[in-house]
Nanobody
């Protein structure tokens, strides 16, 4: 009913930049929060940045001032601009979207995850 397609990961040297994208499609009535999480090997998945439909954006302390989350509501897409990347930013990055589905006359709250995209920062 909903698909999330991520793109933009890759290998970059420390100090470099990458931009991640996550596009949602399907039987979407509305999108509430959109966010990015990451999971490094041997570690738990952690919040990187979250952007509600209205209100304050939340960033992990480790990325404040370096990462910027944004969204294009017309395209149902969320972005993560990552600057001044560090080796400790190496992880699989996942987008997460909280939305309302509409199908066959019913509205359903739903939380969907992207497939993940690898970000590797070399020192």
């Amino acid at each position: 009913q909903v698909q999330l397609v991520e793109s933009g990961g890759g290998l970059v040297q420390a100090g470099g930049s990458l931009r991640l994208s996550c596009a949602a499609s399907g039987s979407i009535f509305s999108i509430n929060a959109m966010g990015w999480y990451r999971q490094a090997p041997g570690k738990q998945r952690e919040l990187v940045a979250a952007m509600p439909s209205s209100g304050n954006i939340n960033y992990a302390d480790s990325v404040k001032g370096r990462f910027t989350i944004s969204r294009d509501n017309a395209k149902n897409t969320v972005y993560l601009q990552m600057n001044s990347l560090k080796p400790e930013d190496t992880a699989v990055y996942y987008c997460n979207v909280d939305l309302v589905l509409y199908s066959r006359g019913y509205y359903t709250d739903f939380s969907s995850w992207g497939q993940g995209t690898q970000v590797t920062v070399s020192s």
